[in-house]
């Protein structure tokens, strides 16, 4: 897997040791960024979020400590590595408690600061793979924040009603990416009697086999070579709470067996551990693969499988539930009118024409970039017009008028074979004869449309 370099801010008013530590840095081909004092660092980090800060104790203005409270109140994930010299010592020790994840006394031999650095990294990837998601808590009920009045969506808040009573059900969340499903997860948690308990995210496919087992279960003092103390996983900090599993078919061997036991017997040992510990946590398990097919691939055991099954809730694609386009977009715009200090009034009829037609690929999510970047790109605009929609948006052309494609019940009746058979022709019409293309406008396979058409003579 190739990855863009890391970014690393050298943050220190003596111009010697920017220009040396990021020299030796950039040769050691990291991305190298720095600033004078922490006023000009957290106007960096606003811009560009760095991976890795290092931050000198003692700078002219609002310091190194505050500089470290305020980076991490914009950005929670990056690691801070302290520099200090002999006499500001008991500062940096300061710092590591509001979150500085280690310190480097001056002078440091620069393979100090290579390993420091090294280390700083791993753990900022580990910080951003985990997650503690947070309710709303302006709205009345955690289910509110699932918008959209339609069908779908009415049917997954009564369902997620429905589990509130049994906290210790586990839930399978199916969707496509961007569907809602970290949403979902979030309703369930705060709707359940857990919900004063935190509810801890870990992405399965994002952390190497080892790291994800530690960071999940922990480990003992000595478990591998980095294991230099003992550590807590996310059951055993989300005691009482829950633990979202994203991506749970990316879950290795290991950490399924792991997983397996946890759920069956209430219990789980840390890396390199013997004793039992007892979870008292609720799983959430999402996924937009299916499953499935990896059991009968044999790459998901099937016991495990059955276990998460409990409870299936599977989340719509967006173009499942198109009516809920107008509702959402509201939505965003409410945020993004309150986030940005802007007063946009809504969508025009044309544009709402154009998000209407348009398939959602990035579903929701990709709802949400549509109208962020609007608001950014077209700053004076107070109203988003098709001229501030991206090109794929505007390329699909609102639908022609199709009144006579919903018939209404009639006196006689109405032959759902006859709509079938309008329906099939008129996307075969529309895809020039292409039956891929004119079964992905039904929303069927081609096979499906393969066997109507043969059944209504069409083929
Ligand atoms: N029904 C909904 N109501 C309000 N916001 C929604 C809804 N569905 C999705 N969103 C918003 O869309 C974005 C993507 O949703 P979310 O992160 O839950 O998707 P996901 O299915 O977890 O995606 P991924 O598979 O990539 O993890 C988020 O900003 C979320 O708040
Ligand atoms: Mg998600």
């Known amino acids: ?121 791993s753990t900022s990837r580990t910080r951003r793979q985990i997650a503690v998601l947070s309710a709303d808590r302006r709205l009345p009920s955690a289910l509110d924040a699932i918008v959209g009045g339609s069908v779908a969506m009415e049917q997954l808040r009564a369902m997620i009603g429905r589990l509130a009573g049994s906290d210790t059900t586990t839930v399978l969340i199916e969707g496509e990416s961007g569907s809602g499903k970290e949403v979902v997860a979030r309703a369930i948690h705060f709707e359940s009697a857990r919900r004063e308990h935190p509810i801890l995210q870990v992405n399965c496919a994002a952390l190497p086999e080892h790291l994800l087992e530690s960071e999940l279960f922990g480990h003992e003092r000595g478990a591998f070579t980095d294991a230099h103390t003992q550590k807590r996983g996310l059951f055993e900090t989300a005691d009482g709470g829950a633990v979202m599993l994203d991506e749970i078919g990316d879950l290795p061997p290991g950490g399924q067996a792991k997983l397996l036991r946890l759920l069956e017997n209430k219990t789980f040992r840390r890396v390199g551990g013997v004793t039992e510990l007892r979870a008292d946590v609720r799983v959430i398990a999402a996924t937009n693969v299916n499953v499935e097919e990896r059991v009968s691939e044999g790459r998901f055991r099937a016991d495990l499988f059955f276990r998460l099954n409990v409870v299936r809730l599977v989340v719509p694609p967006l173009r499942a539930h198109l009516d809920d386009v107008p509702t959402l977009a509201a939505h965003f715009i409410a945020r993004f009118n309150q986030e940005l200090k802007r007063q946009v009034l809504g969508v025009s009829p044309q544009a709402m024409e154009h998000l209407r037609a348009y398939r959602w690929p990035g579903n929701v999510r990709e709802l949400r970039n549509v109208i962020e970047r609007a608001f950014i790109l077209h700053a004076s605009a107070d109203e988003i017009r098709p001229e501030h929609l991206t090109p794929e948006l505007r390329k699909v052309a609102p639908p022609r008028p199709r009144e006579h494609l919903v018939p209404k019940v009639e006196e006689h009746g109405l032959v759902l074979d006859d709509v079938e058979r309008r329906l099939i022709a008129e996307a075969m019409e529309r895809a020039n004869g292409n039956q891929s293309k004119a079964a992905r406008l039904l929303g069927v396979s081609r096979d499906t449309l393969r066997y109507r058409l043969k059944k209504h003579g069409m083929a």
Do not use: N
């Open 1 to 121: 897997m190739t990855q863009a370099p890391a970014r690393i801010l050298v943050v220190d008013d003596e111009k010697l040791i920017r220009w040396s530590v990021s020299e030796r840095l950039q040769r050691d081909g990291y991305q190298v960024l720095s600033a004078e004092s922490g006023e000009q660092a957290l106007e960096v980090i606003a811009a560009t979020p760095p991976d890795v800060m290092l931050l000198d104790v003692k700078l002219p203005g609002i310091g190194g400590v505050q500089t470290l409270r305020q980076a991490l109140g914009l950005h929670p994930e990056l690691a801070v590595l302290m520099m200090s010299a002999h006499s500001t010592v008991d500062v940096a020790v300061e710092a590591m408690k509001h979150g500085a994840i280690d310190f480097l006394v001056k002078p440091f031999p620069l393979t100090a600061l290579d390993a420091a650095v090294a280390r700083a990294l």
